[in-house]
């Protein structure tokens, strides 16, 4: 039996928000930046009340369609998009994809990170096999006579 052949019926839907972090990074540069300007106790005021009332951005979540077989389908704000996995580099707790339009190599690519916490426990491993099945099917192909 050859190892060679990968279950090409793979997929998974990913639903992409914007993360918090924007969020709360801008509160921490407004801490940090009255701090610095009049003080830790108003800062720290001003931070809170940042928190407590500040709405983060709301955008409509993305659709991100992963298969093994390329094109990848990223959907959002009416926009859709086919799009080719070029690269990926995994860390401890995250996913950044290297996202380019096949069909205009002019576009410039997407860089996209998924954290775990954001999509699930089992999308988050349908997504890693399928990055890896994806890296091992275009290992397959360059090794191909």
Known sequence: MSSSHL???WSVSLEIRPGR???YGKACML???VACLAGFSLAL???AIFLA???PSRSNPSLLKVNVSQPW???GNGVHQRLILRQFWQGPFWLT???ENPFNNQMSGKL???WPFTVGKTDWRKLRVLCHAMRWNRTLQQEAP
Request: hydrophobic share 60%.
């Open 73 to 75: 389908e990223l959907t």
């Open 21 to 23: 972090f924007e969020y």
């Open 45 to 47: 005021a001003l931070a």
């Open 53 to 55: 009332y500040a709405q």
């Open 7 to 9: 279950n090409l019926h």
């Open 97 to 99: 994809l290297h996202l």
């Open 112 to 114: 996209i990170t998924i």
């Open 31 to 33: 801490f940090v930046a």
